[in-house]
């Protein structure tokens, strides 16, 4: 869909896929069509009246509507179709494989792993056969999603969160949860929705820069990417990981081994561009919401964090540290020099960051955001998004413990000796 523009001339329409000016179709009854020259996926452009956007702060300006927002390409539906077929076809070949190697004389490869308790299930068998098997639904949250915050907890995160739905008209999420890590998103599980807030982040945004990170999540939860779409990515992402741990082992082989490779090269060719797509999506709604200022900057700073914080884990011991995993993370960043924060950003933009399939270029992101205008910002926008918690070093010690909750101590118990 296209929505007029405030200007005198509005901007030509670009493919959502690679950016490149739409050419219309010429010889067509049906005005409003499209077609990219590069890709060649197929669009339907409309005209309509947009309405405007309320101000997020008192004082901000009116947000000011894309000149142009495809409505749907017809390349990235028939993706998503395939994709979704590609996973049924999947799981119904791998089931069919393996029955027919257990019939075929594998059953006898499967008992004599049973008896060394090396297979105690149906996941067992098939890759004990060569193959891979995985878990797609997502059905236990509170194992690696971190607790949920109450609107107690956190009054100033959950308004913002309130602001920037209805900016959006989307229905907020029904759970906030603080995250481990440094990076934000949203999943659904059955009929819940969540809301991911990295700890990490809420330490080097300041408030306008977390307010477009969470209209870029909350983008992907109005569109529909946390359920359908989610269900798709979870499902590339679970055969990649499997397939790579089957490999480095030497164990993916066979039928089931070459069936896992070819799904695997076909569901990555169809989902990148659709998980392009989406990002450069919820990076509009980003901009539009807290500018193209924000939204870069946010988007920058994830970047240079995420491997920092990965670096952090790897070193950090909690038996010989003074502080907890995000106090010590947190003196290690407000320590780091300038000129070496600077340095680090200048090399993230050079190479790029690390290779993604689900999200676009760093550069291209960032081209795409700087074409937005700047907001005008409030006194608030300023301060760091902690703020937004109401107690931050509780928060971080009960991540902390979590994280780091020893399971190996032995209790005393009469069923074995004291040092044992």
């Not at 020099?337 to 600077?342: C, L």
């Not at 931050?392 to 010690?397: D, K």
Request: net charge neutral.
């Amino acid at each position: 869909r296209m929505e007029d523009a405030r200007t005198t001339v509005a901007p030509a329409p670009q493919c959502p896929d690679c950016s490149e000016a739409l050419e219309p179709i010429s010889g067509r009854s049906v005005p409003g069509r499209f077609v990219c020259p590069v890709c060649r996926g197929v669009f339907r452009v409309e005209r309509v009246e947009a309405p405007p956007l309320p101000s997020c702060e008192e004082g901000e300006p009116e947000a000011v509507s894309p000149g142009f927002v495809p409505a749907g390409t017809v390349k990235l539906w028939w993706r998503e179709a395939i994709l979704w077929l590609l996973e049924w076809v999947y799981w119904i070949g791998t089931v069919g494989m393996t029955l027919a190697m257990l019939a075929g004389g594998g059953s006898l490869k499967v008992v004599n792993g049973w008896l060394r308790d090396e297979v105690g299930s149906w996941a067992d068998v098939v890759e004990s056969l060569g193959g891979a098997w995985f878990r797609v639904e997502t059905s236990n949250p509170d194992a690696d999603l971190g607790p949920v915050l109450s609107r107690v907890d956190a009054p100033l995160l959950f308004e913002a969160i309130d602001v920037v739905a209805r900016r959006l008209g989307v229905k907020p999420p029904g759970q906030v949860r603080l995250a481990y890590l440094p990076c934000c998103g949203v999943v659904a599980w059955r009929r819940s929705r969540a809301l991911l807030v990295g700890l990490p982040l809420l330490r080097i945004m300041n408030r306008a820069e977390m307010r477009a990170i969470l209209a870029h999540e909350l983008a992907h939860l109005a569109r529909g990417d946390a359920t359908r779409a989610a269900r798709r990515a979870r499902f590339v992402e679970g055969l990649e990981r499997s397939v790579e741990r089957r490999e480095a082992a030497g164990k993916l082989q066979g039928p089931l081994g070459a069936w896992a490779r070819y799904c695997l090269r076909e569901a990555s060719w169809l989902i990148e561009p659709v998980a392009w797509g989406q990002e450069a999506r919820a990076d509009r709604f980003a901009a539009l919401v807290a500018g193209g200022d924000a939204a870069c900057s946010a988007l920058v700073k994830t970047a240079v964090v995420q491997p920092l914080f990965r670096e952090v884990l790897a070193y950090y011991d909690p038996e010989t540290a003074d502080a907890n995993l995000y106090a010590f993370f947190r003196a290690f960043w407000f320590r780091l020099p300038e000129e070496v924060r600077s340095a680090m950003r200048m090399r993230i933009l050079a190479d790029g960051g690390s290779h993604d399939p689900a999200h676009p270029p760093l550069a291209d992101r960032l081209m795409l955001l700087q074409s937005y205008p700047e907001h005008v910002r409030s006194p608030g926008d300023n301060q760091p998004a902690n703020t937004f918690l109401g107690d931050m070093e509780i928060f971080e010690q009960m991540l902390h413990n979590r994280l780091f909750a020893s399971s190996s101590a032995v209790e005393p118990s009469v069923f074995h000796r004291a040092y044992s």
